[in-house]
Each structure stands twice: as structure tokens, then as C-alpha cells.
């Protein structure tokens, strides 16, 4: 058993014995397999489940604001939010926004071809309706809040109060919040907006994240009580081609 399953298997039995009405974390596995519009392509059918999983297939209410975290810095946590988004926008056809609350090296603007300034950081230091400062990218109903103007101390704008009401907007004015954020073992950003959130995604990065970090940080987001909706194993590769790999 290699050190990544186990350890997913291991988040797999904590959440299941935390609620019994949810369903088990989903696990994907997404691979790497070239790069299309400046975008990681994933798997689409392993990335459709995922969304599935979360979102859409819900028996109960499915969870609204949902933060995505890497264990590491470089899992691809940023492409994977942007291909959740997108997809989850293209087959909900509801508005959905997707945040860039990762004041430590933002990456979600250049992947859609737009600006960083005037997002997040605005909105946590105006007035105004949270609406204005989101762009509207790529399909009608997909917008997003980039993390705007940057300064020395603007992660320090992720632990204040005006961080609880501007979440609280996103949550009426958007029908699904994706927020995106640095990485749990260099920070403790994911921590503080999981605890507004429904529920966070931990990313994992194939060959790379050992199970002794991805194990503290889930120890954290416990700690914290926020729950883990699923653990996703990123940048797999495979040793043969993945068409073959498939019928095996």
C-alpha cells in the first residue's frame, strides 16, 4: 500500500466516523497529461467526479462555499480550483465565484487571462456590495474575486471580522464559492477561512507530499473542525499510456 493511499484511506475512516449522513471523501486521481489554454489538464471524467461528488449528487444540501488547500506549496492546488469552477459552473448552470484568497503567490488571474487588481483585498478594506469587485470570466455565470491590490501585511486581512461578513455575501450573491488558498504547512490562511467555509478539499501532490505532512495538516483542519469533504492526489503520472492503463 504506498503512503498516499493509505493516508487518504486513513481521512476516508476519520470523516466517515465524524457523520454518518455524509458520504465517504471522494479520492480522484488526476493526472498530468499536457497543458491546454494555460491550464494542468486534468482527467475530465475524474475532475467531473469530483464536482459530482461535492456539489451535484448530494443527498442532502450540498455544500455552498467550499476552500481548497494544498498540503504543499506547488500541489496545483490553484488549477484544480479553476478547473472545479469551470466545470462546476458549465454543468450547474448556476453563478459561481470563484475567490483567490492566496495573498502568497496568486496564480488564478493569469490562468484566465485577466488582472489581480481590485478583488479581494478592496473588498476587505471598502464598503460597497461584494458584487462590484468579482470579474465576470469566460462563461456567463462564472466570476472571480481575485486577491487585488497586494501589501506587506494583506494576509493579516484573512483573520479580521470584515473577512466573516464579505463570505457571508459571497454566499448570497453566488449560488457556489470557491476559494482558493496557500498552502496549510506554511500557513494558517486555509485554517481561518475553512472555519467560514462548509468544507475543504485537501490536495495532494503525487511522488511529492510526504504522509507525515498531509497527516498534520489533516490533524489541523480537525483541530479546527473543518471538515474534509475530499482528498484529492494530484500531478499523477502514468508509466505507460493512460488509454492502455485503463483496460488493465
Known amino acids: 500500500m504506498s503512503k498516499h493511499f493509505e493516508l487518504m484511506q486513513q481521512i476516508e475512516l476519520d470523516q466517515s466516523s465524524r457523520s454518518e449522513s455524509r458520504p465517504a471523501p471522494f479520492v480522484p486521481s488526476l493526472s498530468r497529461d499536457g497543458i491546454s489554454n ?11 467526479r469530483l ?7 448530494q443527498t442532502r444540501e450540498p455544500p455552498r462555499v467550499v476552500v481548497f488547500a494544498g498540503v504543499d506549496h506547488g500541489n496545483g492546488c490553484s488549477q484544480i480550483c479553476s478547473s472545479v469552477a469551470e466545470i462546476l459552473a458549465r454543468n450547474a448552470r448556476r453563478p459561481v465565484c470563484l475567490v483567490e484568497a492566496n495573498f502568497r503567490s496568486p ?10 487588481h481590485f478583488g479581494l483585498t478592496e473588498a476587505l478594506l471598502q464598503n460597497g456590495p461584494i458584487a462590484p469587485f468579482a470579474k465576470l ?10 486577491s487585488g491590490s497586494l501589501a506587506a501585511d494583506s494576509p493579516s486581512l484573512l483573520t479580521s471580522d470584515r473577512l466573516r461578513d464579505r463570505v457571508a455575501e459571497l454566499r448570497q450573491e453566488f449560488e457556489f464559492v470557491i476559494i482558493d488558498t496557500p498552502p496549510l504547512t506554511r500557513y494558517s490562511d486555509a485554517l ?4 467560514l467555509s462548509d468544507g475543504l478539499v ?6 511529492s507530499t510526504r504522509r507525515e505532512a498531509a497527516s498534520v495538516a489533516a490533524a489541523a483542519l480537525r483541530s479546527a473542525n473543518v471538515p474534509i469533504l ?8 502514468f508509466p505507460i499510456p493512460e488509454a492502455i492503463y485503463k483496460r488493465l
Open 38 to 48: 494555460g491550464h494542468t489538464r486534468w482527467a475530465n471524467e475524474e475532475a467531473l
Open 51 to 57: 464536482v459530482q461528488q461535492i456539489f451535484l449528487f
Open 107 to 116: 496564480a488564478l488571474p493569469e490562468l484566465f487571462g485577466t488582472t489581480n
Open 137 to 146: 470570466v469566460n462563461q456567463d455565470n462564472l466570476w472571480l474575486l481575485s
Open 192 to 195: 481561518a477561512l475553512g472555519q
Open 202 to 207: 485537501l490536495v495532494l501532490e503525487a511522488d
Open 230 to 237: 475530499a482528498a484529492v492526489l494530484n500531478k499523477r503520472t
